[in-house]
């Protein structure tokens, strides 16, 4: 069984900054990455990362948010920049050895979810 725990959550002012870690993945091929939800919201994918390097982000976050691995350490991260009030929510690491499934419209249909961590982003 697989399992992946987030941390680095916590309470920032919009324009802060905030890391997420994540506990990487054993395959040696996969689809890692993040997905938040927010009360009343649906599910979103925010970045992905697959072993190949390929790398996707969601709109609402190019050019703030940064999806990388520390291959040393194990680990996954989202650097998260220039943070706003909006993407207040849960965060959760998804994980998946099925490469069909590396799209970020999928990252809620992952076979491997964390716990999630909760960034809220005070205005």
């Known amino acids: 069984q697989v399992q992946l725990v987030e941390s680095g959550g916590g309470s920032v002012q919009a324009g802060g900054s905030l890391r997420l870690s994540c506990a990487a993945f054993?395959?040696?091929?996969?689809?890692m990455g993040w997905f938040r939800q927010a009360p009343g919201k649906e599910r979103e994918g925010v970045a992905l990362?697959?072993?190949?390097?390929?790398?996707s982000y969601a709109d609402s976050v190019k050019g703030r948010f940064t999806i990388s691995q520390d291959f040393a350490k194990n680990t996954l991260y989202l650097q998260m920049n220039s943070l706003k009030p909006e993407d207040t929510a849960m965060y959760y690491c998804a994980a998946d050895p099925r490469l069909a499934y590396c799209y970020l419209y999928l990252l809620d249909e992952y076979k491997y979810w964390g716990q999630g961590t909760q960034v809220t982003v005070s205005s």
């Open positions: 054993g395959y040696t091929q996969y689809c």
């Open positions: 990362i697959v072993s190949d390097g390929r790398l």
